[in-house]
T-cell receptor
């Protein structure tokens, strides 16, 4: 089992460019999450998907869109990247939204110039 | 509005001694608390958790204490080992309201255990 995988590991964008961060899990989990981690801020929830076919905003959704492609995959899209979106992005999954323990991927380090 | 706070950015401890990491929360709807450990260039990994119906939970060298009246929890690591050096995040979730199904994280505490 690979657990939660994320691609790419690193990315550098110019302001205004777009990109999609990919996430997949092989644990047959129903719920998936996207977080960003910034220095001194901990992890903040961007979007989550309680189950296949549903998505909801988290604490910091502005500038992002998500797609729950199927039960395994949950992607995060930046339509027009801004320097404020420079961060480390983590994807996570859990059995379902009532189950508190979440399993995290290794992260994507994104720099927007 | 930081609902989960870890007021100590860093902690330095000697190998073999006790490490105590603290966490405070403000949201009364939180009823489940978790600690995650994170090494550089890796994702956070689950360490230990506690439900609000308990005041203590142990797992080997790790013990979490919950004081609901003070809205405070702490993680004790005894004895501390150099491999425990990492960033520790406190997280909370609730069964109702806007916190349902979501984790709210603290800012993290960098623990360094010196040999």
């Amino acid at each position: 089992n690979a657990g939660v995988t994320q691609t790419p590991k690193f990315q550098v964008l110019k302001t205004g460019q777009s990109m999609t961060l990919q996430c997949a899990q092989d644990m047959n989990h129903n719920s998936m999450y996207w977080y960003r981690q910034d220095p001194g801020m901990g992890l903040r929830l961007i979007y989550y998907s309680a189950s296949e076919g549903t998505t909801d905003k988290g604490e910091v959704p502005n500038g992002y869109n998500v797609s729950r492609l199927n039960k395994r995959e949950f992607s995060l899209r930046l339509e027009s990247a801004a320097p404020s979106q420079t961060s480390v992005y983590f994807c996570a999954s859990s059995k379902d939204s009532s189950y508190n323990e979440q399993f995290f991927g290794p992260g994507t380090r994104l720099t927007v110039l | 509005d930081q609902q989960v706070k870890q007021n100590s950015p860093s902690l330095s401890v000697q190998e073999g001694r006790i490490s105590i990491l603290n966490c405070d929360y403000t949201n009364s709807m939180f009823d489940y608390f978790l600690w995650y450990k994170k090494y550089p260039a890796e994702g956070p990994t689950f360490l230990i958790s506690i439900s609000s119906i308990k005041d203590k939970n142990e797992d080997g060298r790790f013990t979490v204490f919950l004081n609901k009246s003070a809205k405070h929890l702490s993680l004790h690591i005894v004895p501390s080992q150099p491999g425990d050096s990492a960033v520790y995040f406190c997280a909370a979730s609730g069964k109702g309201g806007t916190s349902y199904g979501k984790l709210t994280f603290g800012q993290g505490t960098i623990l360094t255990v010196h040999p």
